[in-house]
């Protein structure tokens, strides 16, 4: 049977309070792993604890997303204190969102501080020896400033800059994940030109639902007909390509 990994869900939201240990043995028994990924303090945890009730296939990213700098500060020692769990394989999500207006702050105030937060959380993979999870809108630019010159290594998430973008990250050694928004936005050509070794497989559930997957809320169950998609438009079939990547680079 093949085997998927699901490198970005948030089973940790509320969204899944009722059903998620459902969802999740689902998708264990159709050889379907994933990484649940935190946005602030309390759901990293949450995905921390998750994963810990498994022996294997079920895995943790702990971080602070750009979008919630407003409303909480990244408190390091915490963060740190959270990543001595084993099942702790990534910090993020984390990175630059320029796409929303701040509720509090001026835009510029809010720019400073999703930069801060994030060299913060740059520093703790670093210290962690842990790859980033990167989530990035409209900030491609000042994103491969910072980047640039940091030795970390990890994936954008949702990639959906354009081909210089993506020349710029495969070349800083970043692999590059691909999720159900490829059926709403035209990205054929970005994923003809990621090499198959670069490529990561994600649903981002909640989000993203791909248009085929007949349910409102996403779930990881939703990774074949991604990947299936992304086989097609590479002309090969990656799927154990994909897999073999996420392994290596979440050192699982
Ligand atoms: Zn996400």
Do not use: W
Not at 51 to 64: N, P, Q, W
Not at 88 to 106: Q, W
Request: aromatic residues 12%.
């Amino acid at each position: 049977m093949e085997k998927f990994i699901d490198t970005h869900a948030h089973l940790n939201f509320d969204d899944f309070k009722k059903d998620r240990f459902e969802i999740i043995e689902e998708c264990l028994l159709n050889q379907i792993s994933m990484i649940n990924v935190g946005t602030v303090f309390f759901d990293s945890k949450a995905a921390v604890e998750i994963a810990e009730k498994y022996d294997r296939g079920v895995y943790a990213s702990i971080g602070l997303h750009p979008l919630y700098v407003e409303e909480e500060d990244f408190n390091i020692d915490e963060f740190k204190e959270l990543a001595k769990s084993k099942k702790v394989i990534a910090i993020g999500e984390t990175g630059l969102d320029y796409f929303y207006n701040p509720k509090t702050l001026s835009k510029e105030e809010y720019i400073k501080k999703q930069k801060d937060v994030f060299l913060k959380q740059i520093d703790l993979a670093e210290e962690s020896n842990l790859p980033l999870i990167i989530h990035s809108r409209n900030a491609f630019d000042d994103l491969y400033e910072i980047l640039k010159d940091k030795r970390v290594k990890g994936v954008i998430h949702c990639f959906t800059g354009d081909l210089k973008d993506l020349e710029r990250f495969l070349n800083l050694g970043f692999y590059i994940g691909f999720n159900g928004i490829i059926f709403k936005t035209n990205l054929d050509e970005v994923i003809k030109n990621t090499p198959a070794d670069r490529i990561l497989f994600e649903t981002d559930s909640p989000f993203l639902t791909p248009s085929e997957f007949y349910t409102k809320r996403n779930n990881p169950m939703s990774l074949k007909i991604i990947s299936e998609k992304i086989s097609k438009i590479k002309g090969e079939d990656i799927l154990s390509k994909a897999y073999e990547n996420s392994l290596k680079l979440f050192n699982i």
